[in-house]
């Protein structure tokens, strides 16, 4: 359970910096664009530089968020899998219980 709530933790922290990169990316965006107004070369240069940095350090943000995104779901995937086949009888019963309630509510319009 542990290894869960640290993996959790994880991709809230993952998050937030992908977050804080991507804003670093449209302020750069916007300095870029507001450089070529009327900057010399070497301003506009410099914000392109920056931007193509902070541009990388968000794709890598968002490929480790993707990372233990899908680890996350790998694990939730292997804890259901392993549910059913030590409950297989409950699992029925409660997909017959779902079943039911969702018949009764389409049934109602």
Partial sequence: MSYTSDLADSAVETKEQLVANLRRVISDAEDLLAATAGQTDTKIAELRA????????????????????????????????????????????????????????????
């Fill in 50 to 109: 920056r931007a193509k940095e902070n541009l990388s350090m968000a794709r890598e943000k968002l490929a480790d968020a993707d990372a233990a995104v899908r680890a996350r779901a790998r694990l939730a995937a292997t804890a259901t899998d392993e549910y059913v086949h030590d409950n297989p009888w409950s699992s029925i019963g409660a997909a017959a219980a779902l079943g039911i309630l969702i018949g009764v509510l389409l049934g109602r319009r």
